[in-house]
C-alpha cells in the first residue's frame, strides 16, 4: 500500500463512450502526475500538477483531459479513445514538483481496455 | 535532456544466483537515479535512490546499486535472487530540478527455481 488509489482497477471502454479515472493520495503530497504505461515502452508522463496547477501536458490529444480538484484527487477523462490508447494508466505524488531527488510514490494504476 | 537505457528486456537467473540488472543514464548535470519495481498488476514501487551521497546505495528487499560516473552506469544487484524477486525493474532519471523524470523501458526478471 503506496497511499496513492486508484480506481477503478480495471476499465473497458467502447471508442464513443465517456469515461473517468480517479486518483486519490492521503500523503499530503502537492504533486500529482498521470503516466501511460503501453507494453515495451517506457512509462510516458502525460501531465503534472502541482499545488493543484497544471505544469506539464506532454503533447497528450485532447482526447485525454484531466482535471485536479484539490491537492489529494486526481482525475482523467476519457471521451473517444482509439484502441491505441488501451494501456495501464498510472497515477503518482510527491512531495513537490521540482525537487527531483524525491521519489514519487505509485498508485496500482487502471488497466484500460478501449474496443 | 537526460534519459536512461537498460540493457536487456529480460534478464533469467535461477534461484540463489546474482542479480544485475543494467542502467546507463545520459545527462548533462548531475543526475538524481532511481530504481523502481513493478509486480504484476501492481504500481511502482521505489527499491533505492542515488541523490549524490554515497555512490553504493542500499535499497529493500536485498537489492543495492552503485552509482559510476565515469562509466555513467547505475546498475541493480542483489547478491541471491529469490522467486519473490520475479518481477519488472525501472531505471530512472531527474535533474536536480525534478522537472522532468525519465524511465527506462524496463526490464523482466524471472527467477527459476
Known amino acids: 500500500e503506496t497511499g496513492v488509489t486508484q480506481t477503478p482497477r480495471h476499465l473497458v471502454m467502447g471508442m464513443t463512450n465517456k469515461k473517468s479515472l480517479k486518483c486519490e493520495q492521503h500523503?499530503?503530497?502537492?504533486?500529482m502526475y498521470w503516466y501511460k504505461q503501453s507494453a515495451k515502452k517506457p512509462l510516458e508522463l502525460m501531465f503534472v500538477?502541482?499545488?493543484?496547477?497544471?505544469?506539464e501536458n506532454n503533447s497528450v490529444p485532447s482526447r485525454f483531459s484531466p482535471e485536479c480538484p484539490n491537492s489529494s484527487h486526481l482525475f482523467l477523462h476519457l471521451h473517444t479513445l482509439q484502441p491505441e490508447d488501451s494501456a495501464l494508466y498510472l497515477c503518482?505524488?510527491?512531495?513537490?514538483?521540482?525537487?527531483?531527488?524525491?521519489?514519487?510514490?505509485f498508485g496500482q494504476g487502471t488497466r484500460l481496455t478501449v474496443v | 535532456a537526460q534519459s536512461v537505457t537498460q540493457l536487456g528486456s529480460h534478464v533469467s537467473v535461477s534461484e540463489g544466483a546474482l542479480v544485475l540488472l543494467r542502467c546507463n543514464y545520459s545527462?548533462?548535470?548531475?543526475?538524481?537515479l532511481f530504481w523502481y519495481v513493478q509486480y504484476p498488476n501492481q504500481g511502482l514501487q521505489l527499491l533505492l535512490k542515488?541523490?549524490?551521497?554515497?555512490?553504493l546505495v542500499k535499497g529493500i528487499n536485498g537489492f543495492e546499486a552503485e552509482f559510476k560516473k565515469s562509466e555513467t552506469s547505475f546498475h541493480l544487484t542483489k547478491p541471491s535472487a529469490h522467486m519473490s524477486d520475479a518481477a519488472e525493474y525501472f531505471c530512472?532519471?531527474?535533474?536536480?530540478?525534478?522537472?522532468?523524470?525519465?524511465f527506462g523501458a524496463g526490464t523482466r526478471l524471472t527467477v527459476k527455481p
Open positions: 503518482a505524488s510527491s512531495p513537490f514538483y521540482g525537487t527531483g531527488k524525491l521519489e514519487a510514490f
Open positions: 500538477y502541482n499545488f493543484k496547477e497544471q505544469t
Open positions: 545527462s548533462s548535470v548531475p543526475p538524481y
Open positions: 530512472a532519471v531527474s535533474d536536480q530540478d525534478g522537472n522532468d523524470m525519465r
Open positions: 500523503l499530503g503530497h502537492n504533486a
Open positions: 542515488y541523490t549524490s551521497a554515497a555512490t
